[in-house]
């Protein structure tokens, strides 16, 4: 039991420096249910307990870390659908990541990409 009294499930959030790329980015590209929130915010509703509020700071600067995962069954699939989309896969030549960006050398398949404000996503073969 939390020390504190919650009024619903905990939930995460981060920052962007343009609301409304982020908004067709989540919904139109990764086809993410993106809900209007109170004073310009928007929440990518990943399932029926499960949210992330996006939120406008000027000055932004992306996390130089992973922000969010997207677990998917084929990593191949994934990047390939995504890639249709217009997503550049990230490159880490010193992790070993693939010529698609794929990183197949032990733990879990991943790929990384940015969303328009430069804040590092993943999918993830689970």
Known sequence: MPTIELTRAPFTGFA???I???????SEILGLAVVDG?????NLQLSET????????????????????FPV?????AVD???????MFEHYPDMGTDERGIFR?????IA????????????LQA
């Open 81 to 87: 659908a995504l890639t249709a989309k217009g997503v």
């Open 73 to 77: 069954t084929d990593i191949d699939a």
């Open 112 to 123: 990384w990409f940015t969303d328009p404000a430069g804040n590092i996503l993943s999918v």
């Open 105 to 109: 050398h032990g733990g879990p398949l």
């Open 16 to 18: 962007v420096d343009d």
């Open 20 to 26: 409304e790329a982020a908004r067709a980015f989540y």
């Open 50 to 69: 499960n949210e992330v509020l996006i939120y406008p700071r000027p000055n932004h600067v992306p996390a130089a870390y992973t922000i969010l995962n």
């Open 38 to 42: 109170d004073m310009g915010l928007i």
